[in-house]
């Protein structure tokens, strides 16, 4: 069974439009994140949820809009589309220990879905 | 803030040889974590090895082993006896031990090292 797992893999859209990623893990962590990978490669972190409860906003535009129903998913969606926002999403999870303290530190990552905006 | 430099965007070694990549990063904290990810073409984020900074010896997975210089907060990758499956994108990670709030969680990358194996 793959341990973070998200759908679509491949999305391909027209400007303007509205889609959603959707992101599940079964590792039983507490804490899942958006990361968004550019066209240099680069990883940057968008959103972290623990509990349902969001930790960390880094500034991304309200357009992208991370929706929990429970634990174990943390959806993405994205309304009005535009050009730069083609690049590959990757969901991830971790354990957290305690208040205020990491457990390994190590975060899990999904295969990544990589979003076309013509 | 914390930031993490690799400074080689690209590689290359000679199949069964070693190679070592390299990884600086900035930062005021004295425990953290710091964790070398693989991403080959398949685009799967792989962690490769990794180093609490609280421990001293240096962590090594298999053919993998990383040289933890703190003082000089350096975070370098050996790998040894390169294979073809090891060419990918390297990245460099940081993560603090302790979270605060606002900014928990956050693994900050480097740019990345393209490893390309010959051979």
């Known amino acids: 069974d793959t341990a973070v797992s998200q759908t679509p893999k491949y999305l391909v859209t027209q400007m303007g439009n509205d889609k959603s990623i959707k992101c599940e893990q079964n590792?039983?962590?507490?804490?899942m994140y958006w990361y968004k990978q550019d066209s240099k490669k680069f990883l940057k972190i968008m959103f972290s949820?623990?509990?349902?409860?969001?930790?960390i906003n880094e500034t991304v535009p309200n357009r992208f809009s991370p929706k929990s129903p429970d634990k174990a998913h943390l959806n993405l969606h994205i309304n009005s589309l535009e050009l730069g926002d083609s690049a590959v999403y990757f969901c991830?999870?971790?354990?957290?220990?305690?208040?205020?303290?990491?457990?390994?530190?190590?975060?899990?990552f999904g295969e990544g879905s990589r979003l076309t905006v013509l | 803030a914390q930031t993490v430099t690799q400074s080689q965007p690209e590689m290359s070694v000679q199949e069964a040889e070693t190679v070592t990549l390299s990884c600086t990063y900035d930062?005021?904290?004295?425990?953290?974590?710091l964790f070398w990810y693989k991403q080959p073409p398949s685009r799967q984020m792989i962690l490769v090895i990794r180093?609490?900074?609280?421990?001293?010896q240096n962590a090594t997975e298999n053919r993998f082993s990383v040289n933890f210089q703190k003082a000089a907060k350096s975070f370098s990758l050996k790998i040894s006896d390169s294979q073809l499956g090891d060419a990918a994108m390297y990245f460099c990670?940081?993560?603090?031990?302790?979270?605060?709030?606002?900014?928990?969680?956050?693994?900050?990358f480097g740019k990345g090292t393209k490893l390309s194996v010959k051979p």
């Open positions: 991830a999870s971790s354990q957290e220990r305690l208040l205020g303290h990491s457990d390994t530190g190590e975060l899990f």
């Open positions: 590792l039983g962590h507490d804490t």
């Open positions: 949820y623990n509990n349902k409860e969001l930790i």
């Open positions: 930062t005021s904290e004295s425990d953290y974590y």
């Open positions: 180093q609490e900074a609280y421990k001293q």
């Open positions: 990670a940081y993560r603090p031990l302790f979270n605060y709030g606002g900014s928990q969680g956050n693994l900050i």
